[in-house]
């Protein structure tokens, strides 16, 4: 098993949503001791942007690209090479104003491109990376889940399913900015959610 933690959160290895991708990972090796596990801190080593110059160079032939349009293309080649060859992703997602961090939007950017993790047929989009298998680790300050206000399960949950992995799993660990014993519901919450999502 190829284990691919993509750690979200701007406050790096002090994130809680890191400590909960962290956890899952744990049991997943626990599970399976030869596991091979590739962590990826976004706040540490960012996504590329998705901006004019990245644009050109995407659409652009690869054998008329500059060699500044080559590397750039090549940094977002790397971060979809990492998902190819995962067969589980576990996604450490903190809540910022309602969505994603926009490191973890950039990676989610890098690595959804037509013709390599998705295409368009006459019959509409196409994921290319079914078979694989999401845990989703969210920390929020306060509690959202099943309410209009949580964007980030449908938007996570239509994005993965888009690239053909319709085998996600959320954990929600919430109310982490509403006191002591809040927290301390919250992670026990995040742990019951881990244990049913791994049975």
Same mark, same amino acid.
């Given at each position: ?12 290895e002090a994130g809680n949503s890191t400590r909960i991708a962290r956890d899952i990972v744990a049991r997943l090796q626990a599970e399976n001791p030869q ?6 801190? *976004? ?10 110059? @990245? ?10 690209? $500059? ?5 750039? &293309?090549?940094?977002?080649?790397? *971060?979809? @090479? ?7 992703i576990v996604l450490g997602v903190p809540m910022y104003n309602f969505g994603i961090s926009t490191q973890l939007k950039n990676w989610i950017d890098a ?5 390599? $993790? ?15 298998? &999401?845990? &989703?680790?969210? @920390? ?6 099943? $309410?209009?206000?949580?964007?980030? $399960? ?33 992670? @026990? ?11």
């Open positions: 098993m190829k284990i691919l933690q993509i750690n979200g959160s701007a406050r790096s596991a091979e596990v590739v962590e990826r801190d *976004l706040a540490r080593a960012p996504a590329p942007v998705i901006d004019e110059t @990245a644009l050109g160079a995407l659409f652009t032939p690869a054998e008329q690209r $500059t060699p500044e349009q080559a590397a750039r &293309v090549a940094a977002s080649d790397a *971060l979809i @090479a990492e998902v190819q060859a995962a067969d589980v690595i959804a491109r037509v013709g390599v $993790t998705f295409r368009y047929t006459e019959n509409g989009p196409e994921g290319l990376l079914g078979g694989k298998k &999401v845990f &989703v680790a969210f @920390a929020r300050g306060g509690r959202y889940r099943g $309410t209009p206000a949580d964007t980030q $399960t449908p938007y996570l949950q239509t994005l993965f399913g888009f690239l053909g992995i319709t085998d996600v799993r959320f954990i929600y660990a919430e109310g982490l900015n509403m006191g002591e014993e809040a927290v301390k519901q919250g992670f @026990a919450e995040a742990e019951a959610d881990i244990a049913a999502a791994l049975s």
